[in-house]
């Protein structure tokens, strides 16, 4: 099973994560807030795009307000690509999508204010219960 996650994947560029967050679907839980959004890819010549294939683009956000200084930043992208990366076949979509995927305001206030080591099972199960919850609520 590929686990890799490719650059192809990555969302890129201000526009993508501010219409994406502007009409998104919001999923959240004690730890996460995933943001879901239909995503139209565009096509040039060098695009391989079939119109039956699913496209999933992929986002992390981690807000500069409430961790000031880029290297714990850039540290909680890497844990939130990490989950994402190892969970990665846990998630399906129908039709092409863009999946944002944040830490919860409350949990980024204690890991600034506390310093606190991050706990990876801790954050891997709330993640998967997340995913869980997602489709259920969007089989019924």
């Not at 992929?58 to 409430?66: A, C």
């Not at 850039?74 to 129908?94: D, G, M, P, W």
């Not at 863009?98 to 993640?127: C, H, M, T």
């Amino acid at each position: 099973m590929d686990n890799r996650l490719s650059k192809s994947e990555i969302l890129r560029g201000h526009r993508s994560y501010s219409s994406a967050l502007s009409d998104s679907r919001v999923y959240k839980s004690d730890f996460f807030k995933i943001y879901i959004s239909d995503h139209k890819p565009t096509v040039t010549r060098n695009t391989k795009f079939s119109p039956l294939s699913n496209i999933v683009k992929v986002g992390f956000i981690v807000s500069k307000k409430l961790i000031r200084t880029s290297v714990n930043r850039n540290y909680l992208k890497r844990v939130i690509k990490e989950i994402y990366r190892t969970n990665k076949s846990a998630i399906s979509f129908t039709g092409s999508k863009i999946v944002l995927i944040s830490f919860n305001e409350s949990f980024l206030y204690q890991f600034s204010k506390f310093r606190q080591k991050v706990n990876f099972q801790l954050l891997n199960s709330d993640y998967l219960n997340l995913l869980n919850r997602m489709r259920e609520s969007t089989t019924t």
